[in-house]
C-alpha cells in the first residue's frame, strides 16, 4: 500500500473532510459537484446497480450530494441511506435524494438496521481507520451482504506523472496490486468481483473531461480538448506508451466471510 507523509490522525482526517473552509481543501460548491457526479454515475452506474439486484437497503459511505441513492431510490424499490460528513453536501444530498443521510464517521456508525448492500465510492482512500471502519461495514452488513469498492490500485513503478493531481492531503493511501488479498486476509473478507481498468482508459472519458474541478487551469485545459478532434484518443495512446499500466482504477465487490480480525 502506498501511503502519504505524515499520515494523520483520525480526528485531523475528519476535521478536514467536514469543513467547508478548511485552507488545504476547497470543497467545491455542492451543485457543481453534484453535476459531476451525474457525469460519474453516468458511466459507473450500471456496474453499481447490476450488484443491487435483489437487494431491498443500501447505505452509500460518502455519498457527497446525493446522486447515487437519489438515483438508486427513483429506479428500483430499494431503500437507501448515506453517510456524509460534509455538513453543506449532506443538506443538499437530503434535498435531492429524500434519503437520510447520517453525519457520523463510518467508524463510529452504528445503524438500527442492517443493509444489504454498503458502498464506499472512491471513498475508501479517505479513511485512516482500517480496524475501526472494517469492524463497523461487517457489523452493518446482512449475513450475505456486499461492499462494494471504487478505488484506485498501484503497480511499483507508479509515477508522479500518472496524475497531475492526486487529491492530496484529502487522499491519504492508495492499494498495490496485491494489498487488496491481504485485507480480505486480516478483515474476513472474499473478493466476489475484481475488474481493474487501466487509468489511461478511464482518464480521456469525453464524460470526464466534462467534469469540472477546482483547478481553473486545468476545467480551460478541459474544455478545449473537448473541442479538438482527435485529441482524446491521440492523448490517451501518447499516456498508455510512457505511464500506461502503472495506475488501475478498480471495481471491487466484497463479501464478509466468518473470522477475520474485526
Known amino acids: 500500500?502506498?501511503?502519504?507523509?505524515?499520515?494523520?490522525?483520525?480526528?485531523?482526517?475528519?476535521?478536514?473532510?467536514?469543513?467547508?473552509?478548511?485552507?488545504q481543501i476547497e470543497i467545491?460548491?455542492?451543485?457543481?459537484?453534484?453535476?459531476?457526479?451525474?457525469?460519474?454515475?453516468?458511466?459507473?452506474?450500471?456496474s453499481i446497480a447490476e450488484e443491487c439486484a435483489g437487494a431491498a437497503s443500501l447505505l452509500d459511505v460518502g455519498c457527497g450530494t446525493g446522486h447515487l441513492i437519489e438515483r438508486l431510490g427513483k429506479t428500483r424499490n430499494l431503500y437507501c441511506a448515506g453517510i456524509e460528513l460534509n455538513p453543506q453536501a449532506a443538506d443538499f444530498a437530503r434535498r435531492v435524494s429524500?434519503?437520510?443521510?447520517?453525519?457520523?464517521?463510518?467508524?463510529?456508525?452504528?445503524?438500527?438496521?442492517?443493509?444489504?448492500?454498503?458502498?464506499?465510492?472512491?471513498?475508501?482512500?479517505?479513511?485512516?481507520?482500517?480496524?475501526?471502519?472494517?469492524?463497523?461495514?461487517?457489523?452493518?452488513?446482512?449475513?450475505?451482504?456486499?461492499?462494494?469498492?471504487?478505488?484506485?490500485?498501484?503497480?511499483?513503478?507508479?509515477?508522479?506523472?500518472?496524475q497531475l493531481h492526486w487529491g492530496i492531503p484529502d487522499d491519504l493511501h492508495f492499494l498495490g496490486l496485491r494489498t487488496l488479498d491481504f485485507i480480505c486476509a486480516?478483515?474476513?473478507?472474499?473478493?466476489?468481483?475484481?475488474?481493474?481498468?487501466?487509468?489511461?482508459?478511464?482518464?480521456?472519458?469525453?464524460s470526464r473531461w466534462r467534469q469540472m474541478g477546482r483547478n481553473p487551469a486545468v476545467n480551460l485545459v478541459k474544455r478545449a480538448g473537448l473541442h479538438l478532434p482527435g485529441f482524446l484518443p491521440a492523448m490517451q495512446r501518447a499516456y498508455a506508451a510512457v505511464l500506461g499500466k502503472r495506475l488501475y482504477v478498480s471495481f471491487i465487490v466484497l463479501k464478509p466471510v466468518s473470522g477475520g480480525d474485526t
Open 98 to 162: 429524500g434519503c437520510e443521510i447520517f453525519e457520523t464517521p463510518i467508524e463510529e456508525f452504528r445503524a438500527g438496521r442492517k443493509f444489504d448492500v454498503i458502498t464506499m465510492i472512491n471513498l475508501f482512500s479517505h479513511v485512516p481507520a482500517f480496524d475501526a471502519m472494517f469492524a463497523a461495514v461487517r457489523a452493518a452488513l446482512r449475513p450475505g451482504g456486499k461492499l462494494i469498492l471504487r478505488t484506485s490500485e498501484m503497480a511499483g513503478n507508479v509515477a508522479r506523472w500518472n
Open 186 to 206: 486480516k478483515y474476513g473478507f472474499s473478493i466476489a468481483r475484481h475488474v481493474r481498468t487501466p487509468f489511461e482508459d478511464e482518464l480521456f472519458r469525453p
Open 28 to 46: 467545491l460548491d455542492c451543485a457543481r459537484r453534484y453535476s459531476g457526479e451525474r457525469l460519474y454515475y453516468d458511466r459507473h452506474f450500471d
Open 1 to 23: 500500500m502506498f501511503f502519504v507523509d505524515p499520515y494523520p490522525t483520525e480526528l485531523q482526517q475528519r476535521e478536514r473532510v467536514s469543513s467547508a473552509t478548511n485552507s
